[in-house]
């Protein structure tokens, strides 16, 4: 009895589902930033969606919807956002591989809710 409790005890433990990250940072082939912010929208409603980098004390917003903020004029006609399948929106940004900061917190809001990643810079 006490050792298949132990035995089952061990398995619950193993099946606790993990917590994916929310937000994702890669350069595709083509040579485009590509962010993935994955924080669920909320139902029934327009969400606002908000992408930006901070490198050191400065922060620069890439793009976004929210009224009354714009992004920075380097970004303009350069980033594009979509919204992907399931959950979620995905940052696209041209020509900045060899611009990228090195050591850089990506950030994004969905509906204020926030995720962030920070990401060095390899050779």
């Known amino acids: 009895m006490l050792k298949s409790l132990f035995v089952y005890g061990v398995l619950g433990v193993l099946l606790i589902p993990a917590k994916c990250d929310l937000i994702s940072v890669c350069v595709k082939d083509d040579n485009d930033l590509r962010v993935d912010c994955m ?30 903020s714009s992004a920075d004029a380097q970004f303009k006609d350069k980033s594009y956002v979509e919204e992907l399948e399931l959950q979620g929106y995905r940052l696209t940004l041209t020509g900045f591989r060899d611009k990228l900061p090195h050591n850089t917190t990506y950030m994004c809001k969905i509906s204020g809710v926030p995720a962030s990643v920070n990401v060095e810079k390899g050779g």
């Open 39 to 68: 924080v669920e929208p909320k139902p029934n409603k327009i969400n606002s969606y908000e992408f930006s980098w901070s490198s050191g004390s400065k922060e620069t917003l890439i793009n976004t919807n929210v009224s009354g």
